[in-house]
């Protein structure tokens, strides 16, 4: 099975700030990769899939790149409303399985 | 506006049994794959269970293979989770997401409900 990790588990940033999110997978997984925020409460948004594609509706501050085994979130300039944890998925060419990373808190430096 | 509400959730004994239920509305719900996703209190999300538009291809995480049974009811637009065995490590919210397919070739979970509540304890 394929696993992944996150880094680093918790960051602190200030607002305005650039902020980047590394997943790792165990084996590759080409561009087979999503990420979520959730806030706390509430359920999982997705904001990117396909490793780098931006979901409607996402600001474009949040991007995502990478491909393979090893993947980055990228928030330009981070807002008031992004601190949230945010997690990366594998996904599936067919919905057999998913697994999800450990996830990443981003909290208010 | 798609709405994925689910329900059902409350406090079980160990061993006990529950079935959580998942209303749609919004979009063609016999048009979907759809999915069960836990969180343990403080920890992660988990990919629970997956079921195909028709109800006839399932798949279940390892940790609830013969325990959890996930279903629908294409007429009722609703999915539902069937909990049996109840453990504590089984305490969680409990969420229903929609799989919608993407071209190429991938299924992500792009709307989610808010989530019902599963607390195991004596």
């Known amino acids: 099975d394929i696993q992944l990790t996150q880094s680093p588990s918790f960051l602190s940033a200030s607002v305005g700030g650039r902020v980047t999110i590394t997943c790792r997978a165990t084996h590759d997984i080409s561009t087979y990769l999503a990420w979520y925020q959730q806030k706390p409460g509430k359920a999982p948004k997705l904001l990117i899939y396909a490793a780098s594609t931006l979901q409607s509706g996402v600001p474009s501050r949040f991007s995502g790149s990478g491909s393979g085994t090893e993947f980055t979130l990228t928030i330009s300039s981070l807002q008031p409303e992004d601190f949230a944890t945010y997690y990366c998925?594998?996904?599936?060419?067919?919905?057999?399985?998913?697994?999800f990373g450990p996830g990443t808190k981003v909290d208010i430096k | 506006e798609v709405q994925l509400v689910e329900s059902g959730g409350g406090l079980v004994q160990p061993g006990g049994t529950l079935k959580v239920s998942c209303a749609t509305s919004?979009?063609?719900?016999?048009?979907?794959?759809m999915s069960w996703v836990r969180q343990s209190p403080g920890k992660g999300l988990e990919w629970v269970a997956n079921?195909?538009?028709?109800?006839?291809?399932?798949y279940y995480v390892d940790s609830v293979k013969g325990r959890f049974t996930i279903s629908r009811d294409n007429a009722k637009n609703s999915l539902y989770l069937q909990i049996n065995g109840l453990r504590a490590e089984d305490t969680a919210v409990y969420y229903c997401?929609?799989?919608?397919?993407?071209?190429?070739?991938?299924?992500?979970?792009?709307?989610w409900g808010k989530g019902t509540t599963v607390t195991v304890s004596s």
């Open positions: 997401a929609r799989l919608d397919s993407r071209p190429p070739f991938y299924y992500v979970m792009d709307v």
């Open positions: 079921i195909k538009q028709d109800g006839s291809e399932k």
């Open positions: 919004g979009f063609t719900f016999s048009g979907d794959w």
């Open positions: 998925q594998q996904l599936n060419a067919y919905p057999r399985r998913f697994t």
